[in-house]
């Protein structure tokens, strides 16, 4: 083997590992992105578990004290009404 042939094959080696090193870290860098995207999805939604089931209960506690209200009125006009 000559010189030009042992810096040809590992220039060659070079460039196969720069062909698939790069590659690699791409994958690496999205794959990284997208598990810190699912986690702060993941938090997020939780959050807003949390927060739509405070509303639903502030709005249940609502409604029924419009329920007892409406029946008040209700024996009230029906009282009204007898007379």
């Known amino acids: 083997m000559t010189q030009w042939s042992i810096f040809l094959i590992i220039g060659?080696?070079?460039g196969f590992l720069i062909l698939v090193a790069k590659?690699?870290?791409?994958l690496t860098t999205t794959l990284t992105k997208l598990n810190v995207t699912v986690?702060?999805?993941?938090?997020?939604?939780?959050e807003q578990k949390?927060?739509?089931k405070r509303t639903h209960e502030?709005?249940?506690k609502h409604n029924e004290e419009q329920d007892k209200i409406i029946d008040r009125h209700e024996?009230?006009?029906?009282?009204?009404?007898?007379?």
């Open 50 to 52: 949390d927060s739509s």
């Open 75 to 83: 024996i009230r006009i029906t009282k009204l009404e007898e007379k």
């Open 58 to 60: 502030r709005l249940w």
């Open 23 to 26: 590659p690699l870290i791409n």
């Open 39 to 46: 986690e702060n999805l993941s938090r997020m939604l939780e």
């Open 12 to 14: 060659e080696l070079v």
